[in-house]
């Protein structure tokens, strides 16, 4: 929680993106801290320790989302991870994703509407 609002960690290398998810979350009520690299991701969850976390699989580092995923599971993460994908669909029906640290995977570009009802089953 930050200022009375459920903290989400977004983690994505493409800025206007980032914006705009960003923006579309504050207007919906939540706070959101984002992140353009894994590393960033870290450190922002380990300072923050949101309620939700949002990670784009595929970032300029190679493997820095799944990278990222693992860190924070090896942290003890507690709170909710998707992945976010340009290969959503395929993802969810050929890898394990529970076996990652995640909970589900978001098909890009994100359907806000899904995004929105995901966050308020999983945040209520």
Same mark, same amino acid.
């Not at 353009?36 to 976390?53: M, T, V």
């Given at each position: 929680?930050?200022?009375?609002?459920?903290?989400?960690?977004?983690?994505?290398?493409? *800025?206007?993106?980032?914006? @705009?998810?960003?923006?579309? /979350?504050?207007?919906? &009520?939540?706070?959101? =801290?984002? $992140?353009?690299?894994?590393?960033?991701?870290?450190?922002?969850?380990?300072?923050?320790?949101?309620?939700?976390?949002?990670?784009?699989?595929?970032?300029?580092?190679?493997?820095?989302?799944?990278?990222?995923?693992?860190?924070?599971? *090896?942290?003890?993460?507690? @709170?909710?991870?998707?992945? /976010?994908?340009?290969? &959503?669909?395929?993802? =969810?029906? $050929?890898?394990?994703?529970?076996?990652?640290?995640?909970?589900?995977?978001?098909?890009?570009?994100?359907?806000?509407?899904?995004?929105?009802?995901?966050?308020?089953?999983?945040?209520?």
């Amino acid at each position: 929680m930050k200022e009375g609002k459920k903290l989400i960690l977004y983690v994505d290398d493409d *800025a206007d993106l980032v914006d @705009a998810i960003k923006l579309r /979350l504050e207007n919906a &009520g939540y706070a959101v =801290n984002a $992140a353009h690299s894994g590393e960033e991701g870290l450190r922002s969850y380990l300072a923050e320790k949101p309620d939700f976390i949002i990670v784009d699989l595929m970032m300029e580092e190679i493997d820095s989302g799944t990278t990222l995923v693992s860190n924070l599971k *090896a942290e003890g993460n507690k @709170a909710p991870v998707y992945m /976010l994908s340009s290969t &959503g669909d395929q993802l =969810n029906i $050929a890898t394990d994703y529970k076996g990652l640290g995640l909970d589900g995977v978001f098909q890009k570009p994100i359907n806000f509407d899904i995004l929105l009802k995901t966050l308020k089953a999983k945040l209520g």
